[in-house]
């Protein structure tokens, strides 16, 4: 199976990368939108993902690794919603910005350009790798 690569919004006074940081793994729980739930099922231990801190932060700030496949979420209060486990990976020097993403023409058909609000997403392992690679320069 190949690798897949996601991206997790998460707003930091809620969760924040240093939470991950602190915790090492968290359950993601808590989504509670159908098309992210769909995702959270697709995904598989290994798969590499962008921590997004949103609202004040907006931007990528680090990495994680899915590292249990979806499982019930115990904090709904009806079935259906699942959650899956990921791990810290490692932060990015150079938090990436919304607006580098932006502003950054081979991230021009990312998800999170085109629908923003949605908690977890798809991305292309080139976008990953642009994002990541950003993540290590200073903006200019």
């Known amino acids: 199976m190949t690798t897949q690569y996601w991206l997790m919004k998460s707003e930091p006074d809620a969760y924040a990368w240093a939470d991950l940081v602190r915790d090492g793994t968290t359950d993601w729980t808590g989504v509670r939108n159908y098309s ?3 995702h959270l099922n697709a995904m598989r231990p290994g ?3 962008l921590f997004y801190e949103s609202m004040t932060t907006k931007a990528v700030v680090g990495t994680a690794e899915v590292t249990r496949a979806a499982f019930a979420d115990t904090t709904a209060e009806e079935p259906g919603w699942v959650a899956v486990e990921i791990k810290v990976g490692v ?3 150079h938090p990436v910005t ?7 023409p081979t991230l021009a058909k990312m998800t999170l350009l085109r629908i923003s609000r949605l908690s977890v997403q798809p991305v292309a392992r080139t976008e ?3 994002i990541v690679k950003m993540g290590k320069t200073p903006p200019s």
């Open 36 to 38: 992210a739930r769909l």
């Open 47 to 49: 798969d590499r993902v």
């Open 91 to 93: 932060a990015l020097p």
């Open 98 to 104: 919304l607006a580098q993403i932006k502003a950054e």
């Open 128 to 130: 990953f790798d642009r």
